[in-house]
């Protein structure tokens, strides 16, 4: 699993997979409450989670060993 965090819209994707390549996510479920968008591929499998509020959302150990970005958090 791999984790980034971007502080500037405290937004933070959690990879579950090496990477997603473009067009490889053709599915995106949002949470009841919108804090998170669950990404799937075409066979059903949970490729990430992108999460708002990743600060309030998940532990400070975690985040702290994101990769930071400036931008969009993955491309789908």
Do not use: C, F
Not at 60 to 71: F, I
Request: charged residues 30%.
């Amino acid at each position: 699993m791999r984790v980034e965090y971007d502080a500037s819209t405290n937004m933070a994707y959690l990879y579950l997979v090496d990477s997603i390549g473009p067009g490889e996510a053709v599915r995106q479920v949002p949470a009841e409450d919108d804090s998170a968008v669950l990404d799937y591929d075409a066979h059903g499998r949970l490729l990430g989670i992108e999460l708002s509020s990743a600060t309030r959302r998940l532990h400070p150990e975690l985040l702290a060993g994101a990769e930071k970005t400036g931008g969009e958090p993955r491309t789908r």
